[in-house]
């Protein structure tokens, strides 16, 4: 019996050493509306591939700028499609690789209920003491939420109101503790799937704001890597295309 | 130095000097108890001073987010007072800034106080000097340099400090947005010359600050507090 014992032993390290093997790490820079979503994507790709993700999330435009300082991320998932194209254009990033895998949507959120109308006229009634957004010079969605403050006319009247977070993850946060009333956030961080969006909040038309491509592209570090490679191609697949919907983003 | 440069410099420096004068003046009792109990709790209270020091910033900083927030008691203390609500605010800054740098304040006076020793003391008693008498006239000017070092130290240090600041403040122009904050702004940003001309104001700054400490201090450490 004990011999039997020894061997079944044996067989499963073996086995696990062949998984082991074959199993790879990708280290995955993402933008951070897109955190949620690609932590169940990175579920899938796992079970799928055997590769694992090593995940590090912030505003993409600091990500451009560790990247270009030699960070060792293999693939960028960004928050625009311009970030991507430019690091191409610098031999940062892979030619060819670059790909739109979601429309980001733009949300007015409150934790409180019944604060944010479906017109988003709260924004000029002057109720709110802060409102935030993220650093327009490093998140897109800061950029589009500027662009919508434009568009109503509400730049000058908003200005001594805004409060800026690093990155998107950092406004909703400033939201989600209350200490904002109200902040431009992207609607996946809101629209968690199964669970109903607590609060209120705006989904603001697409014609106030340039379209929010989001695009992923492979770097250089991650040129000979399978593993990174697969990610991207598994972005693309159709459990990844469900996943991305469910969280509220385009096609 | 562009006009957005002089704000942070302004508002940094404004913060400082506020949160020293308010170090000082909670810094002092409580160094002056600790230099004197003999409670058994000294220690935890000791502790509780120096947590700062082992801390993370960012503990402090999500700690504070959360009970200086609607929800939290903090909060909801302040927004009764009428004062409304500290997180994004300069006076949310000051609150951070005093708790962050109180053992750079608190530290070195205790250790000023515990120098002074009880025979300087008795005999100022013995002289008909009441316990705040002997406190202002001989315990505080015998204290002196150690009192020159937390005020430098807890002034220097607030200057210092970014990961509670970029936590509560919400990178406010003109309100929250510190030096260090405006430096990472700029870096983040990839605006390398923008953030040079304050990186380098920065380490001119703390350098100047240090050498006139260690130069100011000189004399008290080779004679460290004996009583005269």
Redo the contacts between chains.
Sequence with gaps: MKCCFQQILMGAALGLATLLAQADEVSVAVAANFTGPLARIGEGFASATGHVLKVSSG?T??F??QI?AGAPFQVLIAADDETPKKLIAEGLAVTGTNFTYAIGKLVLWSAQPGFVDDQGAVLASGKF??L?IA?P??APYGQAAVEVLKARGLVNAVTPK?????SIAQAY??VA????ELGFVALSQVAVPGKPVSGSSWLVPQSLYGEIRQEAVLLKAGENSPAAAALLAYLKSAPARSVIQSFGYGP | MTAADWSAIVLTAELAAVSTLLLLLLGTPIAWWLARTRSRLKPVWASLVAMPLVLPPTVLGFYL??L????GPVGQLTQSLGV??L??TFAGLVVASVLYSMPFVVQPLQQAFEAIGERVLEAAATLRAGAWDRFFTVALPLARPGLLTASVLGFAHTVGEFGVV?MIG???PGTTRVLSVAI??H????EFADAHRLAAFMVAFALLVLVTLYVLNRPARDDPGTAR
């Design positions: 505003a435009g600091k451009y700028s270009a003491a802060h935030v650093n010079k490093l805004l409060v800026t977070g690093e946060q400033f503790t209350g200490n904002a | 987010l959360v200086m927030g609607p929800l409304g609500r997180p994004f970029l919400g990178n406010i990472y702004d870096v983040e940003a990839s």
